[in-house]
Structures are given as C-alpha cells and as structure tokens.
C-alpha cells in the first residue's frame, strides 16, 4: 500500500498531531465550550520572499466543510504580507482544534508553491513557465503541487492527472530515453511528428549526446517549419555558462533563417537563472525549485475567547479586519470592533479582504476556476515589484 492518508481520514481529524486530541477531551471532560476565534498568519517569509501567494483555499473550504463553525479568508490567489490575518476560524475550540494540523499543511505547502512558481513567472514575463516537477514529490500530491503552481502562474502542468484536475491539456517534449531508445534525435523528432496530435507542439531535445549547436541545426534542417522549439537539457556537468550557450544556439538557427524556432530551457532552473536567461530562452520547464519550493511558515493561533480578546505573547489578540483601498494600493489591519470603513488617506471606501467561505458549516463563495485564479495572481504580479 502506499504510506498516504485517505480521504475519509483526513476529513475525519486523523491527521492531528496527538496533543490536540488530548485537548478535545481534556475539553470535553471539564466543560469548556467556549467559542474561540482562531486566524492563520505568517511571521516570516522564506528568504529573499517579500510576498506571497495564498494558496489552497479550495482544499481548506473541503477540509472544513460540514463543522459547525464559520471561516472567513482571503480570495485564493491573493498576494499577502507578514501579519495579516488571512484565515479565520469562528466557533467551539473543540469543534476545530483537530484541524489545526491538516489546515496548516494545506495552506502552508500550497502557498509555498504558489509563490514560487509566481517569482518565475514574473523572472521570465510572458515567456511560458511549464510544471516539470511532480517527478520530486510523492504522486500522491502530484496534482496538488501542479494545480498551485499553475495558479501560481506558470503556464502549464505535465501531470497527466494534474491536467485533468484543472482542466488544462498536459505539457510535455521528449524524455532522453526515447532518444536511447531508437538511437537517432532526427528519427524521433520524425515519429513524434507522425505519430503524435498534431496540436502537440513540436519540441526537439537536442542534447542527449551531440552538442547543442550541431544538434539545433540538424533538427532544424531535417523538420523545418515544423518543428517549434529545441529543448536545451545541458546536464549541469557540462553547463558551463548556459546563457552564452543558448545565445549560441540562437545565432546558428537565426544564421540559417530558422528565427522562428524558440528556445525551451530545463534543468535546475529558479527564479534567479530564468531572470539571468530571459534575454535569450523562449520558454522554461522548471522542476524542483517548484515541487519543492520552501513552505510558508503559516501560525494559526487564537485571538479572542468568548468575545473577549485573548492571544500568546508574540500574537496581537483580538478579531480583526483586513482591509484594502483600491485608490492608494494599501491594506491594513484593525481591531474588528473599528468604525471607519473607510481609507484616511483619500476617503475611499475600504473593501474586506476577509470574506466568507463557510456559515454555519455551509460553503458560501462560489470557487473559482484554477485559470481564474491564475489570471488574478498574474494580474497582481504586474503591479509588485519583485527582487532578485
Ligand atoms: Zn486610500
């Protein structure tokens, strides 16, 4: 079997770390069913992050659904700072404290993603970032890790079944091995042309054993307006400096009238090597720097207790509201109990970044779609600055 939790036994609060079961009963048995309000918050980003990209709020609104509680959040997909509350639980401690443990793990592995796969969206611009990574992780998280990385912002997945969850056709090339296998990159690239849809694009891997230059040109000659793009996999062994390689290749193909064929770049890429490449690379398949991206360090700790306001030291106690003005691009953090809805700034009224997920159990936002999602970070990412 594999070594993964089912469904039913995360849905269940199985996966809790044992101390809150301890505390549901230590509850239980004294009486104390006081209503707690409880929010999720970062402290910290990984380093060099100045923001993120809050993810996995469809799996929390699943995780939830059906406790008799109410959650408020931010929209999935929004980009957020250190100390704004982005998730708040409302009802009986011990009708969510088992759930401390899986809601964090969601959040904070999907943000993580997210993130990342937004710092190389917005390193490589409107040069298409494709999902390689599901090969790193587990398969049993395949389609989440994908499914964030595609909100995120890169342009594709090339997980089977990571497709089928966000409802996007697969990415994908040549793999070395079918270039083991019939021996002749010329050959394959001819197969792959004759046997494969033709909506497939045609990308040609060029360096499982010539050099790069020599086996642009060839494919480009023998394939011609066909092929779409050569796939630069240089092994880090033989790298040495990927940028002027690629320029290289550039100036072989352009030389002999093949402009059009693009540059497709793989292999150990990050934010900081897509930026460095941009000028030359037409599109990237970034694997682990995404499927393992670091995670946000989410806290989730009560704030109020009965309606009195009540934290840990280190924690600013009290229910609050997160709000934002449009006009002058801020948002802050106030006490909930805060009259002025508006901004002091420049008088426009303030909308709630804190909106209702679950009532009563009951799941109250309509979902959006992962290409909504998507578009709603990108949107945002053309407004941020981002540093490399
Ligand atoms: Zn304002």
């Known amino acids: 079997m594999f070594h993964i939790a089912t469904e039913a036994e995360i849905k269940s609060g199985k996966i809790t770390d044992v101390y809150f079961t301890h505390t549901v009963k230590i509850l239980k048995e004294k009486g104390i069913k006081s209503r707690a309000t409880a929010e999720v918050m970062l402290k910290g980003f990984p380093p060099d992050w ?3 990209v809050l993810a996995g709020i469809e799996e929390l609104a699943y995780l939830l659904e059906g406790l008799p509680i109410n959650v408020y959040s931010m929209e999935e997909g929004s980009l957020f700072q250190p100390f704004q509350p982005l998730v708040v639980l409302e009802g009986r ?3 969510y404290a088992i759930y401390e443990t899986p809601l964090l793990g969601i959040l904070c592995q999907a943000s993580g993603i997210a993130t990342k796969a937004s710092r190389c969206k917005k390193a490589a611009a409107d040069k298409p970032v494709i999902s390689f990574g599901a090969r790193r992780m587990h398969p049993a998280l395949a389609p989440m890790i994908e499914r964030n990385a595609f909100i995120g912002g ?5 997980v089977v079944k990571s497709g089928e969850l966000i409802g996007e056709v697969p990415r994908g090339t040549i793999p070395h091995s079918l270039i083991l296998m019939m021996g002749d990159p ?3 690239m001819q197969a792959f042309h004759q046997l494969i849809d033709p909506a497939v694009k045609r990308i040609a891997l060029i360096d499982t054993f010539s050099d790069e230059k020599l086996g642009a040109i060839k494919i480009a000659q023998a394939m011609g307006d066909d092929l779409f793009a050569v796939r630069l996999d240089t092994p880090s062994s033989r790298r040495g400096d990927m940028l002027q390689i690629l320029e290289e290749v550039r100036w072989e193909l352009d030389y002999r009238g093949f402009n059009r064929i693009k540059l497709f770049v793989s292999g ?4 900081c090597k897509i930026s460095r490449l941009n000028k030359a690379a037409d599109a990237y398949g970034v694997g682990t720097s995404i499927s393992n991206a670091p995670v ?3 806290s989730f ?3 109020e207790i009965d309606g009195q306001p009540l934290a840990k030291k280190g924690k600013c106690s009290g229910a609050k509201k997160l709000l934002r003005c449009d006009n002058c691009q801020k948002t802050v953090v106030l006490p909930s109990h805060t009259a002025s809805d508006s901004c002091p700034t420049c008088a426009a009224p303030y909308r709630s970044l804190l909106t209702p997920l679950i009532k009563d159990g009951k799941l109250v936002r309509k979902l959006p779609k992962p290409q909504a999602i998507r578009q709603y970070v990108l949107n ?6 981002c540093i490399f």
């Open 186 to 188: 010329v050959e394959v």
């Open 93 to 95: 401690y011990l009708d």
């Open 296 to 298: 946000v360090n989410f």
């Open 50 to 52: 100045s923001w993120g």
């Open 268 to 271: 150990g890429l990050d934010e």
């Open 380 to 385: 945002q990412l053309a407004e941020t600055d």
């Open 154 to 158: 890169c342009d594709g997945v090339a």
């Open 301 to 303: 700790d009560i704030v």
